[in-house]
């Protein structure tokens, strides 16, 4: 069973940075996407960034500009660099790995609170 640690979230006031990071207990066998999810109470978990293994990254439109997803699969990390960041980016973030098998992977989750 592969485990997922988050660490980074906090608060933060509106225009500031923050960046989350995750690591993995150890290496995806067959990894096809690394990604960043969010939550917002009452709502379903949607997808904020991800990186398509050898292919691309995307991002929800509403990120476009100010977040930035890195990985680095030798390392078994996913980042993710939050810029400007707004009061509508607060929620609970969730760091996700899948691979070829359908198998997908959460980390616990990490709040992060845009307020001044």
């Known amino acids: 069973q592969v485990q997922l640690v988050e660490s980074g979230g906090g608060l933060v006031q509106p225009g500031g940075s923050m960046r989350l990071s995750c690591v993995a207990s150890?290496?995806?066998?067959?990894?096809?996407?690394m990604g960043w999810y969010r939550q917002y109470p009452g709502k379903q978990r949607e997808l904020v960034a991800e990186i398509i293994i050898g292919g691309s990254t995307n991002y929800v439109d509403s990120v476009k500009g100010r977040f930035t997803i890195s990985g680095d699969i030798g390392k078994n990390t996913v980042n993710l660099q939050m810029n400007n960041l707004k009061p509508e980016d607060t929620a609970v973030y969730y760091c996700?790995?899948?691979?070829?098998?359908?198998?997908?992977?959460w980390g616990q989750g990490t709040q992060v609170t845009v307020s001044s």
């Open positions: 996700s790995v899948q691979n070829w098998f359908s198998s997908v992977y």
């Open positions: 150890r290496s995806i066998f067959n990894l096809k996407t």
